[in-house]
């Protein structure tokens, strides 16, 4: 197995400031000054922005002053580094008024019993406070900034987030200050309720308790337990994809999950990140129930699918940086999040390819940058669903490797994952026989000896061929189950009340804002795509000469018909190419960032904007090039309402439209790329056959209802009335009611292909949804 970090033998102490109690954890350092990010944030213009770093140094605590403008000071000497233990009372900014800071041992568990024990009631955790404060009867703020009674230095939490006031009957209430990410009370979204002891109030990372005359703060550090209990999924026929799957995972365990085809691997890694609650069964986060609080604990998940979820046409810092925007605050600064995004880079390893195009990034420094994407959030649980799939063993290892030092710097990672090459770095094994049942559960070193096979290919091998051996039941009866997970079992945390259902989580606040980052990103990674933009620039330059050659100086009986089709023909396929495959090639990327908070209705019209931009453009390009100069109504006369060209340009640009709305429906329709290519040759060959330029469509029933869903019938008629196409080409071909030269005509004409778009709109929402977590199906 990898090598794990020695833990400290220094206590635990409680660093008093004020009226705040917080208790330090020798894992970790924490740093003094006025910057809101640090641990011990002291507002006073006396202390520096980074004053000094209290930390353990070979078993005991240290401070070390980080060349402070005014010093440190202990017993009215100023200090540089000093061993601190429990009764050091240190002085920051000023020897005889400065903000005071006093160590004390933390009280004996016979002391504190009556306290955790209630505490561990209410919150479903073991873990004590991370601060502790007086309770004034007056309204307090919390938020971000500085200038709040209580600062959460939390990049998910707004600047003014909430407010926790007292009512004139001596209890509290929280009220939500129209914050980005939302208040929640007992794991539910609130935006004014009242607080009584027994509730836990969510903000960001952070967790709050009333108990007494106290407020109790718990800061979710990454140091959280996951336990498992009796997950069950089945599906319509009663077959169980999960059956009765129960472990513990410790925190900041690096947790293989493997198994053979079908074994149930990605339909548990769904249950376990809520995206898929199980239909039976429990996932305790820290001692909450996942499901009932999916609202508040999502934003303390990252989950990165097997699939890129990046634009891979952006360079890594710029696709950052967009998601940066997306899932922060939008009152949260530009240099903040920029400062965000390169603690990130440097974490992962990826500061000399952050300026490249993620295309042109190997396989494994793709999934670097997907999972510096989910650590954007600081994230406490983290899964990946087969990160290594396709990479040789040199990356495999790599990316292994990295899993191994994120949980070995305080997170929790799940890995599902069809390799064993790197199962040593893994702290326990999940193997699934299949019909989803567990056939191991513990150290991956001692799975193949439980097994009694000598290679990893004979054992998954006896999975596929040795059917009727019960491989959940052998586990279930062995040492190590009693030692691994019936043992390992956390007694059961914070119970949900049984009277409040689980709700999918708010909609997202800041709506004009999201659409305004997605319209952005969306046009920069079109802008990069060059094979995008030369058949962007091409086609409507093609098709439009095309029409000129067959309209020549007018429009006559031999040619306007053709000429006119051709211009259906090259706006359907200019809309329809630009949009058919934009929704499934990011389909993964749709799937995770709805989970965390994007709005569907902002993703679909970011895509709407952004593309129907282009294809306007396109189309009155096509427009010009085939008709400039043409004179369209060669017999006399004028348009219905605009002149000719206006009308027929008009008329183009509404069908490019809508067959680009008609392309995002296909896009949310199928489940393959490669089939959208095939399907944008059938539309067009269905939008030239029922158009009305080939047959006479309102002579025969049913046939000309049908047409009737065409956008092509419409627009065709729309420069049919505008022509007077009847007048060109007399027959009984042009003598369709709806190619009249009227202005009523006219305008149904193009009022059928406004309603069309707004039909295809409604439907790719409704397919929108088909494909995101259950959770957020609302």
């Not at 940058?369 to 290594?388: H, N, R």
């Not at 513990?442 to 000896?449: F, I």
Request: negative net charge; glycine residues 8%; hydrophobic residues 45%.
């Amino acid at each position: 197995m990898g090598q794990r970090p020695v833990a400290s033998t220094a206590p635990h102490l409680v660093l008093e400031t004020g009226d705040i109690s917080q208790e330090m954890s020798p894992s970790r350092e924490y740093h003094v000054g006025r910057d809101p990010a640090g641990e011990i944030v002291l507002d006073d213009p006396r202390v520096s922005w980074h004053h000094a770093v209290l930390h353990t140094d070979d078993g005991h605590w240290t401070l070390d002053d980080t060349e402070s403008t005014n010093g440190t000071w202990t017993g009215g000497q100023r200090v540089h580094h000093l061993d601190v233990g429990p009764g050091t009372t240190l002085r920051f900014g000023n020897p005889d008024d400065g903000p005071t800071a006093t160590l004390r041992a933390v009280p004996t568990p016979t002391a504190v019993a009556p306290t955790t024990s209630g505490l561990t009631s209410i919150t479903g955790s073991t873990r004590a406070p991370t601060t502790v404060r007086h309770l004034p009867a007056r309204i307090i703020r919390i938020g971000r900034a500085t200038d709040n009674d209580l600062v959460v230095p939390d990049l998910s939490v707004s600047r003014h987030h909430a407010e926790l006031r007292a009512t004139p009957d001596g209890r509290y209430e929280i009220v939500d200050l129209d914050s980005h990410n939302g208040t929640y009370l007992n794991g539910q979204p609130v935006q004014q309720a009242q607080v009584g002891t027994s509730d836990l109030v969510g903000i960001g990372h952070a967790m709050f308790c009333l108990v007494g005359d106290e407020l109790q703060e718990f800061v979710d550090t990454g140091d959280i337990d996951l336990d498992v209990e009796d997950l069950v999924v089945t599906v319509a026929d009663d077959r169980r994809l999960l059956d009765g799957i129960t472990f513990p995972v410790a925190q900041d365990f690096l947790v293989a999950v493997a198994g053979s085809s079908g074994s149930g691997k990605s339909t548990l890694l769904n249950a376990l990140t809520g995206l898929r609650p199980a239909d039976q069964g429990t996932v305790s986060y820290d001692g909450r129930d996942l499901y009932h609080d999916y609202a508040e604990l999502r934003s303390r998940i990252g989950v990165v699918p097997q699939d890129d979820i990046l634009h891979t046409q952006l360079t890594v810092r710029r696709a950052l940086g967009y998601a940066a925007e997306l899932r922060f605050p939008g009152d949260t600064a530009g240099a903040e999040r920029a400062a965000r995004v390169e603690e990130v880079i440097g974490e992962l390893g990826l500061g000399k390819s952050a300026d490249q195009v993620i295309a042109n990034l190997s396989g494994g420094q793709r999934k670097r940058v997907s999972v510096a994407l989910e650590l954007l959030t600081k994230p406490s649980l983290l899964f990946l669903d087969e990160p290594t799939s396709g990479l040789d063993p040199g990356m495999d290892r790599s990316v292994m490797q990295m899993l191994r030092e994120l949980a070995d710097d305080g997170r929790t990672v799940v890995v599902v994952t069809h390799s064993v090459l790197s199962l040593d770095l893994c702290d326990r094994l999940l193997l699934l026989a299949p019909g989803g049942r567990i056939a191991y559960y513990g150290p991956p070193a001692e799975a193949l000896e439980f097994f009694g096979y000598s290679h990893w290919p004979e054992a998954f091998e006896a999975f596929e061929n040795d059917t009727g051996r019960d491989w959940a039941g052998e586990y279930r009866d062995s040492t190590a189950h009693r030692r691994y997970i019936a043992s390992a079992m956390h007694p059961p945390g914070r119970a949900a009340p049984p009277t409040t259902p689980p709700v999918a989580p708010p909609p997202p606040q800041g709506w004009w804002s999201q659409l305004g980052t997605l319209v952005r990103r969306y046009s920069t990674a079109l802008a990069t795509d060059r094979t995008f933009l030369a058949v962007m620039i091409a086609l409507p330059f093609v098709m439009g000469a095309m029409a000129r050659a067959l309209a020549g100086g007018k429009l006559t009986a031999s040619g306007a018909t053709s000429a006119l089709l051709i211009l259906c023909v090259g706006a359907v396929l200019t809309g329809a190419a630009n949009a058919v495959r934009e929704l499934v090639k990011e389909r993964a990327i749709y799937q995770r960032e709805r989970a965390v908070g994007l709005s569907r209705s902002a993703y679909l019209c970011s895509k709407i904007v952004v593309l129907g931009t282009v294809t306007v453009i396109q189309s009155v390009v096509l427009t010009l090039v085939a008709l400039i100069g043409v004179r369209l109504r060669p017999q006399g006369g004028s348009g219905v309402l605009l002149p000719p060209l206006a009308e027929i340009t008009t008329a183009v640009a509404l069908l490019s439209f809508t067959a680009m709305m008609l392309g995002l429906v296909i896009s949310a329709l199928v489940r393959r790329e490669e089939v959208t290519m095939p399907l944008l040759v059938l539309l067009a060959i269905v939008q030239v056959v029922f158009c009305g330029a080939l047959l006479a469509l309102y002579s025969v029933p049913v046939v000309n209802q049908l047409s009737w869903l065409v956008p092509s019938r419409w627009a065709f008629a729309a420069m049919s009335a505008t022509v007077d196409m009847h007048r060109i080409v007399p027959g009984k071909l042009t003598a369709d009611p709806f190619f009249a030269h009227r202005t009523g005509t006219w305008l149904l004409d193009l009022g059928a292909l406004v309603a069309l778009s707004v039909v295809f709109g409604i439907v790719v929402v409704r397919l929108l949804r088909r494909h995101e977590p259950a959770v957020m199906r609302r």
